[in-house]
C-alpha cells in the first residue's frame, strides 16, 4: 500500500565548490536592508529590528539557467543580494556566534513582480504573490564559507546586457550578517538547509525578455540568469 498519494517533490540542490550539493529547505528574505534601496521604494529603514518575507524552495532557480518571464506581470525586476547558507542549527544565537552555524555564502537575485507587490502593499495585503513565485529566487553556486574572508568588504554589483544597474559593498547593509542570522533566530528556530537573502542595494530595475543578468560579491561565484 503506497504511504503518499503522490511522490513528495525533492528539494533543489545548490551545487557548494568542492563539496556535496546544499538541500534548500526554506528561503527568508529581509526587506529594506540597505538604506538607499529604502528610500528609492519610498520608505524609510525600520532600526528597531530587521523585518522578513519568505519564498518557498521550491521557488529556486539555479544560476546559469534561463528565467521564463512569469505571468500576470508587466513590471519583473532584479535585486542583487548576498545569500546565506546554514549548515547547523540555531536558537536564540548570539550575534557573537552566529558565523558558527553558517556554512557558506552565494550570490542572489530576488526578483519581484514589481506591479503585484505595489498592488498587495496599496491594499495591505502580503506580498507573496509579488515575491514568492516560480523561478523567483536566482542561485549561485556556494562559496563555503571558510573561504571568505572580510566579508563586509565585498563589493557587491549587478549589471543587466553589461550595464551596470546595482552596486555597493556589503558594508552598506543596515543589519549584518551576523546580526540578522541572531535576529531570525528569534522567530524561527534554524535548520541546515535554510538561506537567507540578505536584501538588495539601490539601483532595481525591470527586466524583460532577452535581457542577460550578471551579479557578482567579490570572488563568488556569479549568478547569471536571461529572460526568456
Not at 4 to 25: N, S
Not at 65 to 84: A, K, S
Not at 129 to 135: E, I, L, M, S, V
Not at 166 to 174: E, I, P
Request: charged fraction near 20%.
Amino acid at each position: 500500500m503506497k504511504t503518499t498519494l503522490f511522490p513528495a517533490r525533492v528539494p533543489p540542490v545548490i551545487p557548494v565548490t568542492g563539496q556535496a550539493g546544499f538541500p534548500v529547505a526554506r528561503i527568508f528574505c529581509v526587506g529594506r536592508n540597505y538604506a538607499a534601496h529604502a528610500a528609492e521604494m519610498g520608505q524609510e529603514v525600520d532600526r528597531e529590528s530587521p523585518f522578513y518575507f519568505t519564498k518557498s524552495a521550491h521557488s529556486v532557480l539555479l544560476s546559469g539557467q534561463d528565467m521564463p518571464y512569469p505571468p500576470r506581470t508587466h513590471d519583473l525586476h532584479h535585486e542583487m543580494e548576498l545569500v546565506v547558507a546554514i549548515g547547523e542549527g540555531a536558537r536564540n544565537i548570539a550575534i557573537a556566534d552566529a558565523f558558527s552555524v553558517v556554512t557558506g555564502y552565494a550570490c542572489g537575485l530576488d526578483m519581484t513582480r514589481r506591479d503585484l507587490q505595489a498592488a498587495a502593499k496599496d491594499k495591505r495585503r502580503p506580498w507573496d504573490t509579488g515575491k514568492d513565485f516560480d523561478n523567483a529566487a536566482i542561485i549561485a553556486p556556494i562559496t563555503p564559507a571558510g573561504q571568505v574572508a572580510d566579508l563586509a568588504s565585498l563589493p557587491i554589483t549587478l549589471t543587466v546586457n553589461g550595464e551596470m544597474r546595482q552596486t555597493a559593498m556589503l558594508s552598506d547593509m543596515v543589519w549584518s550578517v551576523p546580526e540578522i542570522i541572531a535576529d531570525l533566530s528569534t522567530l524561527y528556530t534554524l535548520m541546515p538547509g535554510d538561506l537567507i537573502m540578505t536584501g538588495t542595494p539601490a539601483g532595481v530595475g525591470a527586466v524583460v525578455r532577452g535581457d542577460l543578468m550578471e551579479g557578482r560579491i567579490g570572488d563568488l561565484a556569479p549568478v547569471i540568469a536571461r529572460v526568456v
